[in-house]
T-cell receptor, first 118, second 110 residues
Framework: GAVVSQHPSWVICKSGTSVKIECRSLDFQATTMFWYRQFPKQSLMLMATSNEGSKATYEQGVEKDKFLINHASLTLSTLTVTSAHPEDSSFYIC??????????????FGPGTRLTVT | RKEVEQDPGPFNVPEGATVAFNCTYSNSASQSFFWYRQDCRKEPKLLMSVYSSGNEDGRFTAQLNRASQYISLLIRDSKLSDSATYLCVAFSGGYNKLIFGAGTRLAVHP
């Protein structure tokens, strides 16, 4: 399957600081990428859909000014958690959609970033 | 009612057993379905895509029943390494996003 990388894999930051997470599709071009968050023992929660060259679409309840998403190229999307607080501590996972011949697609996930805000 | 529902398990089975997971979805317009496996503290990994009635890959078989709106995953000859959480996922074209079930935990023991 296709490969999606994510950096950093884990980060610890102080409350009030900002953290940037990068997501790259390594062997395919991804016009659409997704950002998810997962709390322990819970399922993935979609935060936003990121489309190359346009503004991200945020899910209900997700603050767009707090979670800044940039998708400036076909292989890179970034998520910046601004003014992070302890309740933002979570596992953040990006995903990229690889379109296949015939109109189908498969979606691959990055390895995730574990954010801890102290 | 959740859009995609799965039995959370856990399913505890011995090595070599055959185990089946069922998943139901509520949106009849869902077009494609996927099974992912997720290990503890790791990202989901795509196991199988289901676009028509089913798919088979080695020990894994997925079946789709659109009339009854359920998808199943059958694992034959279970291995210890199959222990994970299995996520049933539906693609909703109307929302252009994947809808995840909460996952079914599988524990394979010696």
């Amino acid at each position: 399957g296709a490969v999606v990388s994510q950096h950093p894999s884990w980060v610890i930051c102080k409350s009030g600081t900002s953290v940037k997470i990068e997501c790259r599709s390594l062997d395919f071009q991804a016009t659409t990428m997704f950002w998810y968050r997962q709390f322990p023992k819970q399922s993935l929660m979609l935060m936003a859909t990121s489309n190359e060259g346009s503004k991200a679409t945020y899910e209900q309840g997700v603050e767009k000014d707090k979670f800044l998403i940039n998708h400036a190229s076909l292989t890179l999307s970034t998520l910046t958690v601004t003014s992070a607080h302890p309740e933002d501590s979570s596992f953040y996972i990006c995903s990229a959609r690889d379109y296949l011949a015939g109109g189908n697609y498969e979606q691959y996930f990055g390895p995730g970033t574990r954010l801890t805000v102290t | 009612r959740k859009e995609v529902e799965q039995d959370p398990g856990p399913f505890n089975v011995p090595e070599g057993a055959t185990v089946a997971f069922n998943c139901t979805y509520s949106n009849s317009a869902s077009q494609s379905f996927f099974w992912y496996r997720q290990d503890c503290r790791k990202e989901p990994k795509l196991l199988m895509s289901v676009y028509s009635s089913g798919n088979e890959d080695g020990r894994f078989t997925a079946q789709l029943n659109r009339a009854s709106q359920y998808i199943s995953l059958l694992i034959r000859d279970s291995k210890l390494s199959d222990s994970a959480t299995y996520l049933c996922v539906a693609f909703s074209g109307g929302y252009n996003k994947l809808i995840f079930g909460a996952g079914t935990r599988l524990a394979v023991h010696p």
